[in-house]
Every structure is written in C-alpha cells, then in structure tokens.
C-alpha cells in the first residue's frame, strides 16, 4: 500500500476495492494528513486534502457573492470604429443563442454558469441541509460528477485568445469584471482541488466494516464505499444498485465514441467561425484559424488552439479505440499504461471546448452589422456535441474490463 503524505480521516483498517482495477485489499488506519493509493494501478484511493464544511461553505458564499459581477460585467472591452464595446460572459452568450444557435449557447452556458453555480449551491444545500436533517445523498451523487464540467479555467484562455483575435481590428483593454472573474476561477479551482466527498460521505453516512467473505465485497462506483448490496442490490451508503460491472458499459461508450466520429467529420470541414469585414466574407475551420493565428506572429496561441481543438479530440478517439478494441480483444499487456492513457484523456477532455468559448467572446466584441461583423459557423454545433460525447464515452467506459484479462494476476502488472 503507497501512502502519501499530502492534507481527512479513516481510523480503522477496512477492506476496500480499487474503482478503477477492482483489486481488494486492505486499507490502513490514515490520518487527516494522508492519502491512499491502490497497490496495483497507482488511483487514488483516498484523498488526502480534506477541508472543512464551515470552509467549503464560506468559499461558496464567495463565489457567489462575485458570480453577479463576473458573469455580467464586462470582462475585456475593445474600442472599434470610434465605439467602444464590451464583451461579457452572458453577452456572449445571448449572442450565440440570438443567432439561432440555443443548443450551442447552452453548452456554453452551463459549463461557464450553470455547473460553477450548481457547485457553490450544492455546498449550501449541504451545509443548510446536515443542520436540517435533509437528505444529502443526491447533492454528493451530484458533485461527483460535477468537477470535469465546471470550465472557469479554460474560458480564461479563451479569453486571451479571442483578445489575440481582435487585436488585428480594436484595440483592447481589460474589462471593470476581469478582477471578480479571476478570483471566481481561482476560489473555484481551490473548491474543486478541497472537495474530499469520500470524508464528506464518511462524514455524513458513515458505515460499519461488513463483515463476511471479503471476495464478495462489491466497490460502489458512485460513492466508493466497498460493501455488500442491500436487500434491494443497493449500495448501502449512497442508495446507488451495485454491480460488478457497470451495465452496457461498452455499448454506451462505443455508441458515444461512434457519433463523436461522425460529428468531428463536419466539425472539422464546414466553418467555425465567419467574419465580414467591409463586405468581404472570410470563413475559418478550425484548422485554419489555428494556421491564421500562426501567420500572423501568434505561435503560441495558435499553439494552445491547435492542442485543445485538434490534437485532443483525435486523441481521446485514438485512445478511445485502442482500449475498446483491447477490452474485446482480451488484452493482458501493458494494464498500466492504457489506465494512465485513460486517465490522461479523462483529464485533458475538457479543454476541447476553448474554441466554442473563444467564438462565444468573439460575437460579443465584434458585431458591427455589414462593416464589421463576427458570427458562428455550422461547425460549432458539431464540434461542441463531439466534444461532450467524448466525455461521455470516458465517463460511460467501466475502466475494470480492462483488467479483467489480468485474471489471476500471474502477469506482475505489466507496465
């Protein structure tokens, strides 16, 4: 067993299953200033940072207290054709949908509003609802699953990137909100990073060590907890049916995986983005706005673009594929590495949706009718739906099939 010294508590020792290679073992007592690691695929089986309700709440507070400014005051502000003007998080927004594209604004507007708000609520609704006996559960269930969609962080680089855009037209400056929004993305971050919800689960639904056949105890994907299923095949603690694999986990991954392919063959041909400039119509894929951005001196940026709009999407769909095709296959080689691949894709999912986010920015700053206009292009729709699906795919693929051609574990776990 690795244990980490990092910053909540477990005081006696227990039987647990790994989520991720469903190895069981036995859990030592930890500290408040440890974690656990799985002995044979390296996840993290407790998390060491551990912060307090009264300090998750006073976070939330914050955030919301500086959600008003940040969404709605203007974050940079350009001076174009003798105007100026200014681009907010919900201008872009309202931009996007007025142009009849509502599916497209919504993808935006929950990863930028929707999911940061639902997070500082929820640690409210906890908070308000342990004094009041409320039922907990669903908000625990919910945050869970909450951290890969609140995407503060990556708005802020697209930010920089639409500035880096208008530059060739306006000139820029900061915006009265930029300070407000910083900070959100920053306490937002440091949320995420402290929210240790198996002590918050241990804290509020704590459990006895099942007793009995320990090779019979089942891992609960969705709360950790690693026990016996109730009378009704339920995890105990979260309520969650129990199973020794998640149902139709291939079906639904290669169903996600499949439409995300297709949907990234438009995405990738039609237009992104279409500007007019003095009656002159000029239409970018997403290819070419990075080859644009690297033309005019932007390295980079264009850089940052490529990485998030092209070389990640292709590569979740590699890795994807290659995990797929060994599950079915039956794979016993090199388990290590393709759970780091999938943890790699899991990680860097998210920030495929920069370039809607750069384009949701852009039709809030450059919208000057026939002279000068910024609008979407039929690409967005197909890139934003391709890009959630792949997250989807990653969240739908039960990692433990991979293991389970390791049956014995004769093989020392080939790296």
């Not at 502000?77 to 681009?87: E, V």
């Not at 000139?171 to 919800?197: E, F, K, M, V």
């Not at 729709?381 to 739908?396: D, H, K, R």
Request: proline share 5%; aromatic share 10%; net charge positive.
């Amino acid at each position: 067993m690795k244990i980490q010294t990092i910053i909540g508590p477990l005081s006696k020792a227990r039987h647990q299953r790994c989520c991720e290679c469903d190895l069981l073992f036995m859990l030592p007592p930890l500290t408040r200033n440890q974690a656990a690691y799985c002995p044979r695929c390296d996840a993290r089986v407790v998390h060491g940072r551990d912060w307090s309700m009264t300090r998750l709440t006073a976070m939330a507070v914050t955030m919301l207290l500086l959600m008003p400014f940040a969404f709605s005051e203007p974050l940079i502000s350009i001076r174009l054709l003798g105007t100026r003007i200014d681009a907010s998080l919900l201008e872009g927004i309202w931009q996007m949908s007025r142009q009849g594209d509502p599916l497209t604004a919504s993808m935006v507007a929950f990863c930028t509003i929707g999911a940061p708000l639902t997070l500082a609520l929820s640690l409210l609704y906890l908070w308000f609802g342990h004094a009041f006996g409320m039922n907990l559960r669903p908000v625990l269930l919910m945050l869970e699953r909450l951290k890969e969609w609140v995407m503060l962080d990556i708005y802020l680089i697209g930010m920089m990137v639409a500035a880096i855009k208008v530059k060739e037209y306006a000139d820029i400056h900061t915006g009265s909100a930029l300070i407000a929004y910083l900070a959100l993305t920053l306490l937002s971050i440091l949320t995420l990073i402290h929210l240790n919800l198996e002590q918050l689960w241990e804290r509020y639904y704590p459990q006895e060590q099942p007793e009995g056949n320990s090779e019979a105890l089942h891992v609960c994907l969705s709360c950790h907890f690693t026990g016996y299923p109730d009378e009704r095949g339920r995890c105990p603690r979260c309520h969650i049916a129990m199973y020794q694999r998640r149902p139709y986990s291939l079906q639904k991954t290669w169903a996600a995986l499949i439409a995300a392919v297709v949907l990234l063959i438009p995405a990738n041909l039609l237009p992104i983005s279409i500007v007019y400039a003095n009656g002159a119509r000029m239409e970018d894929t997403i290819f070419s706005g990075v080859v644009s951005l690297a033309t005019s001196g932007n390295v980079p940026i264009a850089a940052i673009v490529f990485i998030a709009s092209v070389l990640v999407p292709f590569t979740k769909i590699i890795v994807l594929l290659v995990l797929l095709c060994s599950i079915h296959f039956k794979t016993s080689h090199s388990l290590k590495t393709r759970i780091r691949l999938l943890r790699l894709i899991t990680w860097i999912g998210r920030w495929s949706m920069l370039d809607l986010f750069v384009i949701a920015l852009m039709m809030s700053l450059v919208n000057r009718d026939q002279l000068l206009s910024f609008t979407m292009g039929p690409a967005a729709f197909y890139f934003g739906s391709a890009v959630i699906l792949t997250i989807l795919a990653v969240e739908w693929l039960d990692s433990r099939l991979i293991w389970d051609a390791h049956a014995t574990g004769n093989a020392e776990y080939a790296d």
